[in-house]
Nanobody, 124 residues
Framework: QVQLVESGGGLVQAGDSLRLSCAASGRTSGSYAMGWFLQAPGKEREFVAAISRDGDSTHYAGFVKGRFTISRDNAKNTMYLQMNSLKPEDTAVYYC?????????????????WGQGTQVTVSS
């Protein structure tokens, strides 16, 4: 198993940048494909981005392409989400997730482990 803890959220203005981090402990993070999800107030959790175990394959939701970048540093057991050109509609709690399978997927039900979430608020 693996434990996941997100950090780096906060309050920013539209157009600003922010980097989220997900620190993993337990089994090495290199054993898992990982992803980021968000949940806005009153809405269901939705997919943001995913990355393969060695970081050589990524997948993004359409609304973040060109603005967000997912990456990982397995030597540091940490995954990142670099968010640029933030918009008010990006406001949400962001969750880190990991799965035992090999595939890079955007379906939350296919992930096995979840962090506690970190709040991102973008003002206009």
């Amino acid at each position: 198993q693996v434990q996941l803890v997100e950090s780096g959220g906060g309050l920013v203005q539209a157009g600003d940048s922010l980097r989220l981090s997900c620190a993993a402990s337990g089994r090495t993070s290199g054993s898992y494909a990982m992803g980021w999800f968000l949940q806005a107030p009153g809405k269901e959790r939705e997919f943001v981005a995913a990355i393969s175990r060695d970081g050589d394959s990524t997948h993004y939701a359409g609304f973040v392409k060109g603005r967000f970048t997912i990456s990982r540093d397995n030597a540091k057991n940490t995954m990142y989400l670099q968010m640029n050109s933030l918009k008010p509609e990006d406001t949400a709690v962001y969750y880190c997730a990991a799965r035992n399978g090999f595939g890079v997927v955007g379906v939350g039900a296919l992930y096995d482990y979840w962090g506690q979430g970190t709040q991102v608020t973008v003002s206009s």
